[in-house]
């Protein structure tokens, strides 16, 4: 079980960089269209800047789902930690019992 939980831990470790990248790779591309925006603006493209002003809202709750998956596999990943410390705990209480009845 120990080993289990090393390993999914070590592949949880490395989507959540994965994850890390995502979100600087959308945030990059967040201010991009934040400065298209600006020149559209002063261009006097309405147009042009209601859809990239979607696609900044657009980024921004992609970048808050990707942070709120984040958040639950490390949870899990704590969870996991948690259920074997128990068990070793449980362990250890077994082998005390039979230390003290013998």
Known sequence: PE??????KRSARSEGRKLDRQVNKIKME??????EMKKAAKNGNRDVVKI?????????HAVNRI??????MNSITLTLEQQVAQ?????QFQKSAEVTKS
Request: charged share 35%; proline share 0%; glycine share 4%.
């Open 52 to 60: 990239l002003a979607k696609e900044v809202v657009q980024a921004r």
């Open 3 to 8: 080993e289990m939980v090393k390993e999914y």
């Open 67 to 72: 942070k709120t998956a984040q958040v639950q």
């Open 87 to 91: 068990a070793k705990i449980a362990g």
């Open 30 to 35: 967040e201010k991009k269209a934040q400065a």
